[in-house]
C-alpha cells in the first residue's frame, strides 16, 4: 500500500495516546450508592414520572416513577457530581451533589418546569460517538418520530422534513409518486458532484444515488434526475428521530463523504415490559391542487390553425380551418388528473424483558398518483432486537425489508410527457380515443398522445432492499466501552420503461428499456469510547475508532427497438445491453477529545485520517480535523449570575471542521482505454480524457458560533448559528488543448463559498392547566458564491439556463434579456407577418451589443447576461403544537421561501405554442403577440420574460390528534385509542403564475434548480388515521 | 471471564481480518481497461491498431464536409446546423462551432493513438515483419489524419505535445505527411505478403488487405505530394497503385457511415444543384453520387434547392480512401506542371473515356478531348480540375482542388480558422 506511513503512525499514536494512559484506563472502582429524589411538574404540583436522571460523566442514572421518585443504584468512585434531569419540553438546572462517607444520598425534589430549552439531549457526531447537546459546539438539529408523523407523509421521510431543519432547502422536484426528494443543508458546495448529504440510518451508511436509471422528467444523462428517491423507501413510522450534521465543523469524523453533510436516522427501539402492540392505519385522499390555465378562447387562433389538419379539425364544410373559426376546445388536464386516494397500515410490537428487547414491525403502502395509472405500494418489515450477555456484552441485531413498487409517467423534457403534451399542443386537439382511427390519435405537433402514454406507457420501478446492523458493544472496564458496528445496505432497483409500436407516430416502431441497478454498501466501525473523571471538575471522553466502507453499485441496461406488437420485453430484432460498475472503498482512523471542565467548559478536539480508493495512492490519506467549544454561561434555574436579569439560559459555542468530497467519476486518476471497434474487430483508443493520478478529494473547512439563549424563565429560547463554508478543490473538467492529445482533464480547481445564519425561536406561548401552546419559528440565510472556476472557461450552463460563474452562487439564470431604453422600459419593435396582413406586431427586442447601453439600435450579437437566482435569500418556517386538556393535540406548520427566481419554462412553451390562456388576448386583437405564428422566433429566446418570482409560503402541514380515552376502547382491549385528521400542502400563497413554485424539472440535479416545465404538481393531501395502543 | 476471553479473541481477529483482508485501496476501473493493461501486451497492440483505424473512420465525415460546404459539392437543408449554413453561405461564422473544432480534435486524437501504439509495438515482442506492419498502419492513419486535417487549416501542429504543441505552416505539415508514409512504405515495402498474414488476421479487418494497405501507402504519397509541389515524387508514387483494387474504410454494422447519417439520417444537406447543372451532357458520374432523378429538396437558405444523395446513402456503405482515377488524375496535373502536356492530355483522356470498371467507381463515359480542346497548360489544369470535381466528389480534396486550381469558384472561406477551444487554451497557438 502507497499510503504516508508518517501520518497514520500520529494517528494511531493518537488513539493510543487515548486509551493508554493507565491511570485513565484502569478500572476506576468505586463505592455503591443509592441517590434518590423526587420529580414535579411545577412547586407543589403533580409529579413528573418519565424523566431521565443522570449522573454526569458516569453511565449511572434512572426513570422518575409514575409517583415522581427515582432511585440511583450504581458504584461509582467518592467525589462531587452533577445530577442531570432531562424530559422532553421541560428543564431545570442541574443539580449537584456530593459522594463521601454517606453511601445514601437525598436530593431535594426537583421542579421541571415547561421549557424551550433542550440542552441535555444526546446527540451522535460520529461513528459511534454521542454526545450532550450542551457540550458541543456546532449545531445539530434533531427531529422527533412524532414530529416526523404528526402529519403522515408516507411517501418519504425527505418529504416529512420539509420545514423542520432551520436552514435547510427541502424540495420535491415533481409530483409523482416516487417522491423525489432533494436536500440541500447549507447551500450548495458541489458543481460537478452530488449535493445531497450523507445518509446514515443506525449507523448503516445507505446510498441514496438521485441518479435516473431512465430519465422519465428529465434525461438520465443529466445528474440527479431521479423520479424516485431511496429515502423513499425508508417507513416513516420506524423513525425514532433524525439528527443532522449540517457542515464540515459537525461532520468531520464522517471524512470524505460528508462535505454536504449528513442526516443520521435512528429508527426505534424496544423498552423493557410488556409487549406493545400499535396497530395504525392512515387513509389518504390527494389532488392536484392547481391546473395550468389553458386557452378556452371560442374561436381559432393561428396556433390552433396551423395544427387544425393534423389533428382533424376542419371547417364544416371540409375546407381548412381559418383563424376567428369556432372551435370546440378540450383541456387535456381534466383527462389524465384523478383525486386519489391511498392507505398506509403499520403494526409494531416492541417490549422486552430481563436482558433482551426488542421491535418488530411491519408497513404496507399503497398510494394511488394524482395521474391516472401512476401509484406505489411499498412494504417495509422490520426487527430489531438487543440481547445484554453477561454484564458487559450488549447485541444488537437490526435488519430492514423492504420491497416497493412505483408506477411512474414519463412529463418534463421527454417529448413522450404526459403534461409536456398538453403544453405543447393547442387545446382544438382532442386526445381522447377515435373510434372511426381505431386508436389515440397522435398528436399533431410534436411529442405524444397524453391519453395514449398514460393508458400504454407502462414505466414501473420496483426496489428490493435490505437495510441491516450488528451492533456489538462491550464495556471492557467501567468506563471503557468497545464498539463494532457491521451495516449492510443491499438493493436492486429495477426500472422499465415500455412504448409499444406506433403510440407515438406511424412511424415509432417501439421500444423498451430494462436497466437495473445493483448497489451493495457496507461499513464496518470499530470504536472505543473511554470516560475518565480526572478529577471532580474535569473529566474527559476519549474516542477512537477505524471505520471501513465499501460501495458498489453494478448497473447493467438493455433494451430493444423496433417490437411486434404484444411484445413488452426485451428481445426482437434490434437489441442493446450495456454495463458499468463503481466501486469505492474508504478506510479511516479518527480520535476526538471531549473534556468538560466544571460541567461548564466543554472542548472538543478530532481527527479522521482517511483514504479513498477513488484517489491516487500519493493523494488518498487525507486529514480532517475539527474543534470546537461551547460555554454555557447560565444554567436554567441559576439565579446568582448577573446574567440571570436578561437570560434564563445562555450558551456560546464555536466549532470548526473539514471533511472532504468524492470525485464525480471514480476513475479519473487511471489512463483509460475507450472500446472502438473497427469493422467487426475489436479496438481500443486512449480515453480524450486525461488521466489526474493527483486528483485528490475536494475539501470543505467550515467554522461556525452560535449561541442559545433563554427568556422568561426558559419560556422563550433564541438559537442562532452562524456558519462560513470554503469548499475548495472542488473537481472540475479543465479543457485541454487538443493538440495535447487531450480535450480535457478533471483538476481540483473550483471554490465555493456559502456564508449563512440559522436563527430559531422556541416559545411556549401560553401554558395553563387545560391548554399549552408551543411554537416554533425558523429562518436561515444562505449566501453562495462561486470564489473560483477554470480560468479559462468562465461559465458552465448545466441543463437550460442555470449556470456556474465566478462570483455569482451556484445555478444562477444566464441567457437572452430584454433590450432596454436608458430609463429601464423594455424595448419594442415592429413586426409584420404575412398571416396578418395589415397589422403590426409589437414585439420586445432582444438585448443585443447594438444596445448594451440603451442604445436603441438593435443591432451586433445577442448579449446573455444573468438574468435570475433560484437560491432564496432566506428560508422560514413556523410551526405550532397546541395541547388541549390531556386528549387533544393540534399542530400546524408553515414553509417557506423568499427570493427565489422560477423559470417557469411551461409558461414559455403554453404562450409559444398557443396552449396558454394568454392567447385568448392574442385572439382578441392584441398586437404584442405570444405565438409562434406570429412572432419571430427571437423572442422565445428572451429568457428574462420566463424569469418569475417563486417565493412562496406553504401551509405544510396541519394536524389535530384525539385520544379517546372511553371505557369501550379499553373493552376492546386496547389500551389507548387515537384519531388524527391531518392535511398536507394545503395552502400555498405566491406570485408565482405556474402551477407550483417549488417545482424542478432537474429534480436533485446540483447545479440546475428552479426550472418548471410540465411537471406534475404536488399534490394536496387529506389524512384520516386511526391508532390503536394494546 | 471465558466470554471475555473468547471475545477478545474474536475482537482482535476481527479488527486483524478489517486492517489486512479488506482494505485493499487499489482498485482498477472495471469498466475500461486502463494504459498498463494495454499496452504491455500483444493482444492490446492489436487492439490499439484497430481502434486507431476505426476512430479514423468515424472522423471522415468531419474531414470532408467542411470541404464540400464552402466549396460547391454540398448545400444545406432547413433541418441542418447553423454551423453548416454559416460554411455554407460564408455569414455569421463562428469558431466555436464543432465542424471547426471536430476534424482539429479528432486529428490528433488520432495522432495520439498512432503514437501510443508506435510506441507500444517496441516492446511487446512482435516479430520484426509484424512489428514493421503494425508501425505502418500506424505512421499511415497518423499521416491521413494529418493529410486531411491540412485541407481545412492554414496551419497545424506536426504532432502532440504535452500542454499544446507549436503550430505549423501547412507546407511543413504536408512535408510531414508525406515523410511519415515513406517511413510506412519502408516499413513493408521489403516484406513479403505471407509474412503479413497475422496483420491481415488481426489488425486489417476482413475486406481491407495487405496489398491495399501497400497501395493506400502510394496513394497517399502521391496526393499530398502532389499537393505540397513534389511533381516527380507524385507521378512516381501514383505510378505504382494499382488500378484494379479499391481500398476502402468499412462501416459494418453496428457502425454507421457517418456521412450518410448526417446528410441521409438527419436529412442536413444534399448535393448542390450546380453539381448536376455544370457537369457536362453525358457525363455519367454525377448519376453515380447523386439521385439526378429525384426532386430536388428545399434548403435554407431558402432559394437553394439540394439533390439527395445516392453513394453514401445506405448505413453501411463504405468510403473510398482514394479512386484509382485520382492517381491519373495527380499524374495528369503533375505531368502539366512538369510542361508534359501531351502526357497529361492521354491521363486527362484515359479518365474520360472510361465507360465500364470492375470496381465501384465513378466513371464518365465522355468522348476523349482534342489538342486543340487543351492547348495549353492553363486549359489543362482547368480540365483537370473539372475531371478531379467528378471524379473525387466528397473525397474532402475540392477545397484544396478550388485553391490550387485556376478557373473555380472561390470558397466561402479560404481555410478554417483555428479553434476557439485551441486558441483559449494552448498557449502557443497564435490567435
Not at chain 1, 480520535?591 to 472542548?603: D, I, N, P, S, Y
Not at chain 1, 433590450?819 to 395589415?838: M, Q
Request: proline residues 5%; contains cysteine.
Amino acid at each position: 500500500m502507497h499510503y504516508r506511513p508518517g501520518r497514520r503512525l500520529v494517528v494511531v499514536l493518537l488513539a493510543l495516546a487515548a486509551f493508554a494512559l493507565p491511570s485513565r484506563s484502569q478500572a476506576q472502582e468505586g463505592a455503591r450508592y443509592r441517590i434518590s429524589g423526587m420529580v414535579l411538574q411545577s412547586s407543589g404540583g403533580a409529579p413528573l414520572a418519565g424523566a431521565q436522571v443522570l449522573v454526569r460523566g458516569t453511565r449511572a442514572g434512572a426513570l422518575s416513577a409514575a409517583n415522581g421518585r427515582y432511585t440511583i443504584d450504581a458504584a461509582i468512585p467518592a467525589g462531587r457530581y452533577v445530577l442531570q434531569y432531562s424530559f422532553i419540553g421541560r428543564a431545570t438546572a442541574p443539580r449537584e451533589i456530593v459522594l463521601g462517607a454517606q453511601r445514601d444520598v437525598t436530593v431535594e425534589p426537583v421542579i421541571l418546569a415547561e421549557s424551550a430549552v433542550e440542552l441535555e439531549e444526546l446527540v451522535v457526531t460520529a461513528p459511534g460517538a454521542t454526545s450532550e447537546r450542551r457540550a458541543l459546539g456546532n449545531a445539530v438539529a434533531s427531529v422527533s418520530g412524532e414530529a416526523i408523523n404528526r402529519a403522515p407523509a408516507t411517501s418519504s421521510v425527505g418529504v416529512a422534513l420539509q420545514g423542520k431543519i432551520t436552514g435547510a432547502l427541502i424540495s420535491v422536484g415533481n409530483g409523482q409518486p416516487g417522491a423525489p426528494v432533494t436536500i440541500r443543508l447549507r447551500g450548495n458546495n458541489s458543481i460537478l458532484g452530488t449535493a445531497e448529504p450523507l445518509i446514515v440510518v443506525d449507523g448503516v451508511i445507505i446510498d441514496n444515488t438521485t441518479d435516473a436509471l431512465i430519465g422519465l422528467s428529465t434525461n438520465a444523462t443529466r445528474g440527479g434526475a431521479g423520479m424516485s428517491s431511496r429515502l423513499s423507501d425508508i417507513s416513516p413510522d420506524d423513525v425514532d428521530r433524525i439528527e443532522v450534521l449540517k457542515g464540515a465543523s459537525a461532520a468531520a469524523l464522517y471524512g470524505s463523504r460528508a462535505k454536504n453533510g449528513v442526516i443520521q436516522i435512528f429508527t426505534k427501539r424496544g423498552q423493557n415490559g410488556s409487549p406493545r402492540i400499535s396497530w395504525g392505519t392512515e387513509l389518504e385522499v390527494n389532488e392536484a391542487p392547481n391546473l395550468l390555465e389553458l386557452n378556452t378562447a371560442p374561436t381559432a387562433s393561428f396556433a390552433d390553425v396551423a395544427i387544425a389538419a393534423g389533428s382533424g379539425v376542419t371547417r364544416p364544410d371540409g375546407t381548412p380551418l381559418q383563424v376567428g373559426d369556432p372551435v370546440t376546445r378540450i383541456d387535456a388536464q381534466n383527462l389524465f388528473y384523478r383525486t386519489s386516494t391511498g392507505v398506509n397500515t403499520q403494526l409494531s410490537v416492541s417490549g422486552g424483558a430481563g436482558s433482551t428487547t426488542y421491535f418488530m414491525s411491519g408497513a404496507y403502502r399503497n398510494d394511488q398518483g394524482i395521474l391516472r395509472n401512476s401509484g406505489a405500494q411499498r412494504y417495509n418489515v422490520r426487527g430489531k432486537l438487543t440481547q445484554q450477555i453477561g454484564e458487559k456484552l450488549e447485541l444488537t441485531g437490526n435488519g430492514n425489508f423492504i420491497k416497493s413498487h412505483v408506477d411512474l409517467l414519463p412529463e418534463g423534457e421527454q417529448g413522450n410527457g404526459v403534461l409536456t403534451s398538453a403544453v405543447f399542443t393547442p387545446t382544438i386537439f382532442d386526445p381522447r380515443f377515435n373510434e372511426s382511427l381505431g386508436r389515440y390519435p397522435y398528436n399533431p405537433l410534436l411529442g405524444t398522445n397524453p391519453l395514449n402514454a398514460i393508458e400504454n406507457f407502462d414505466a414501473p420501478e420496483d426496489v428490493t432492499r435490505f437495510i441491516g446492523n450488528v451492533d456489538l458493544t462491550y464495556r471492557l472496564l467501567d468506563n471503557l466501552r468497545i464498539r463494532y458496528l457491521f451495516g449492510l445496505d443491499d438493493y436492486r432497483q429495477e426500472s422499465r420503461f415500455y412504448r409499444p409500436p406506433f403510440s407515438e407516430s406511424a412511424t415509432f416502431a417501439g421500444s423498451v428499456q430494462n436497466p437495473i441497478r445493483l448497489s451493495t454498501s457496507k461499513n464496518h466501525d470499530l470504536t472505543g469510547t473511554l470516560e475518565s473523571r480526572v478529577s471532580d471538575r474535569f473529566r474527559l471522553t476519549s474516542l477512537g475508532g477505524f471505520r471501513y466502507t465499501s460501495q458498489v453499485t453494478d448497473v447493467v441496461r438493455s433494451g430493444a427497438d423496433v417490437l411486434s406488437p404484444g411484445q413488452t420485453l426485451v428481445g426482437g430484432a434490434t437489441q442493446f445491453a450495456s454495463q458499468s460498475i463503481n466501486e469505492v472503498r474508504t478506510e479511516s482512523f479518527f480520535v476526538q477529545e471531549q473534556a468538560a471542565l466544571g460541567e461548564r467548559l466543554f472542548l472538543t478536539a478530532g481527527a479522521n485520517y482517511e483514504a479513498s480508493s477513488a484517489f491516487g495512492a500519493d493523494e488518498r490519506w487525507q486529514l480532517f480535523p475539527r474543534a470546537g467549544v461551547s460555554f454555557v454561561a447560565l444554567e436554567s434555574g441559576d439565579n446568582t449570575s448577573s446574567l440571570s436579569r436578561v437570560f434564563s439560559t445562555l450558551r456560546l459555542r464555536a466549532a470548526y471542521g473539514e471533511t472532504g468530497g468524492q470525485p464525480p467519476s471514480l476513475y479519473d486518476r487511471f489512463a483509460n482505454y475507450i472500446n472502438v471497434g473497427y469493422a467487426g474487430r475489436a479496438g481500443l483508443i486512449p480515453s480524450s480524457i486525461a488521466s489526474n493520478p493527483g486528483l485528490k478529494p475536494e475539501r470543505q473547512r467550515e467554522i461556525e458560533a452560535g449561541f442559545e439563549a433563554g427568556f422568561l424563565s426558559d419560556r422563550a429560547v433564541v438559537e442562532f448559528t452562524y456558519y462560513n463554508q470554503r469548499t475548495t478543490d472542488l473537481v472540475l473538467n479543465v479543457p485541454l488543448p487538443a493538440s495535447s492529445g487531450f480535450t480535457v482533464q478533471r483538476q481540483n480547481v473550483g471554490e465555493v463559498v456559502n456564508n449563512g445564519v440559522e436563527a430559531a425561536l422556541n416559545t411556549i406561548n401560553l401554558t395553563t392547566d387545560r391548554f399549552t401552546w408551543r411554537s416554533r419559528l425558523s429562518l436561515g440565510s444562505n449566501k453562495n458564491k462561486v470564489t473560483r472556476l477554470v480560468a479559462t472557461s468562465d461559465t458552465l450552463i448545466v441543463g437550460y439556463l442555470n449556470a456556474v460563474i465566478e462570483g455569482q452562487p451556484v445555478g444562477v439564470f444566464y441567457g437572452g434579456q430584454y433590450a432596454r431604453t436608458p430609463e429601464g422600459g423594455i424595448l419594442y419593435g415592429d413586426f409584420t407577418n404575412a398571416a396578418f396582413p395589415g397589422q403590426t406586431l409589437k414585439l420586445p427586442l432582444r438585448l443585443r451589443t447594438g444596445n448594451v447601453n440603451g442604445d436603441p439600435v438593435n443591432t451586433g450579437t445577442f448579449v446573455n447576461g444573468i438574468i435570475g437566482d433560484p437560491n432564496p435569500d432566506f428560508t422560514a418556517s413556523f410551526s405550532n403544537t397546541m395541547t388541549v386538556g390531556s386528549n387533544l393535540d393540534f399542530n400546524i406548520l408553515f414553509d417557506g421561501r423568499f427570493g427565489n427566481d422560477v423559470a417557469n419554462f411551461t409558461r414559455r412553451i403554453t404562450e409559444f405554442f398557443g396552449s396558454d390562456k394568454a392567447i385568448e388576448r392574442e385572439i382578441n386583437g392584441d398586437t404584442i403577440p405570444l405565438t409562434y405564428g406570429r412572432s419571430p422566433s427571437g423572442r422565445i429566446n428572451i429568457y428574462e420574460e420566463y424569469i418569475e418570482d417563486g417565493s412562496f409560503i406553504k401551509l405544510r402541514e396541519v394536524s389535530a390528534t384525539y385520544r379517546i380515552n372511553q371505557p369501550w376502547v379499553r373493552h376492546l382491549g386496547a389500551s389507548s385509542m387515537n384519531i388524527t385528521v391531518a392535511g398536507r400542502n394545503l395552502h400555498t400563497w405566491t406570485d408565482y403564475t405556474g402551477m407550483d413554485p417549488e417545482l424542478n424539472l432537474f429534480s436533485a440535479n446540483t447545479v440546475a434548480q428552479g426550472v418548471d416545465f410540465a411537471n406534475t404538481p404536488l399534490a394536496r393531501s387529506f389524512v384520516f388515521g386511526v391508532n390503536f395502543t394494546f | 471471564m471465558m466470554m471475555t476471553q473468547t471475545f477478545r479473541r474474536l475482537a482482535t481477529a476481527g479488527a486483524a481480518a478489517l486492517l489486512l483482508g479488506g482494505c485493499d485501496l487499489d482498485l482498477t476501473n472495471p469498466n475500461n481497461p486502463t494504459e498498463e493493461a494495454v499496452i504491455t501486451n500483444v493482444e492490446g497492440v492489436y487492439a490499439l491498431a484497430v481502434g486507431l483505424q476505426g476512430q479514423f473512420a468515424q472522423s471522415i465525415e468531419d474531414y470532408v464536409l467542411p470541404s464540400a460546404l464552402v466549396t460547391d459539392e454540398l448545400g444545406t437543408r432547413t433541418r441542418s446546423l447553423l454551423s453548416y449554413q454559416s460554411l455554407y453561405t460564408g455569414q455569421n461564422f463562428e469558431n466555436t462551432y464543432n465542424i471547426v473544432s471536430s476534424p482539429y480534435d479528432n486529428t490528433y486524437a488520432v495522432v495520439k493513438s498512432a503514437n501510443t501504439l508506435l510506441a507500444a509495438s517496441a516492446g511487446v515482442g512482435l516479430g520484426a515483419n509484424l512489428q514493421g506492419g503494425i508501425r505502418a498502419v500506424a505512421k499511415t492513419f497518423k499521416a491521413m489524419a494529418l493529410g486531411m486535417a491540412a485541407q481545412s487549416f492554414e496551419q497545424l501542429p506536426v504532432d502532440i505535445a504535452t500542454g499544446g504543441a507549436t503550430l505549423r505552416p501547412r507546407a511543413e505539415v504536408l512535408d510531414t505527411v508525406i515523410a511519415l508514409l515513406e517511413s510506412a512504405r519502408a516499413d513493408i515495402v521489403s516484406v513479403p505478403d505471407a509474412e503479413l498474414t497475422t496483420l491481415a488476421q488481426r489488425v486489417l479487418p476482413t475486406g481491407f488487405t495487405v496489398p491495399m494497405l501497400r497501395n493506400t501507402i502510394d496513394a497517399m504519397i502521391a496526393r499530398y505530394s502532389l499537393q505540397r509541389g513534389r511533381n516527380q515524387q507524385a507521378i512516381d508514387a501514383a505510378t505504382r497503385v494499382s488500378a484494379t483494387i479499391l481500398p476502402s474504410l468499412l462501416f459494418t454494422a453496428p457502425t454507421r457511415n457517418p456521412i450518410e447519417a448526417v446528410a441521409v439520417g438527419l436529412q442536413y444537406l444534399g448535393a448542390t444543384t450546380n453539381f448536376v447543372s455544370a457537369a457536362e451532357v453525358g457525363d455519367r458520374r454525377p448519376a453515380y453520387f447523386v439521385q439526378t432523378t429525384v426532386a430536388r429538396v428545399a434548403g435554407n437558405p431558402a432559394d437553394s434547392l439540394s439533390y439527395n444523395l445516392k453513394k453514401y446513402s445506405t448505413q453501411n456503405e463504405s468510403f473510398p480512401l482514394y479512386f484509382p482515377d485520382e492517381m491519373k488524375l495527380i499524374r495528369a496535373e503533375a505531368q502539366a506542371r512538369l510542361g508534359n502536356l501531351p502526357a497529361a492530355r492521354a491521363l486527362i483522356n484515359e479518365v474520360r473515356t472510361q465507360s465500364t470498371s470492375s470496381l465501384d467507381e465513378p466513371v464518365a463515359g465522355l468522348p476523349a478531348l482534342t489538342d486543340a480542346q487543351l492547348p495549353n497548360l492553363d486549359a489543362v489544369l482547368r480540365q483537370i480540375a473539372y475531371e478531379r470535381r467528378y471524379e473525387l466528389f466528397l473525397q474532402g480534396l475540392r477545397w484544396d482542388d478550388v485553391r490550387r486550381l485556376p478557373g473555380q469558384t472561390a470558397p466561402t472561406f479560404t481555410f478554417l480558422p483555428l479553434p476557439a477551444g485551441e486558441c483559449t487554451n494552448n498557449p502557443s497557438a497564435p490567435c
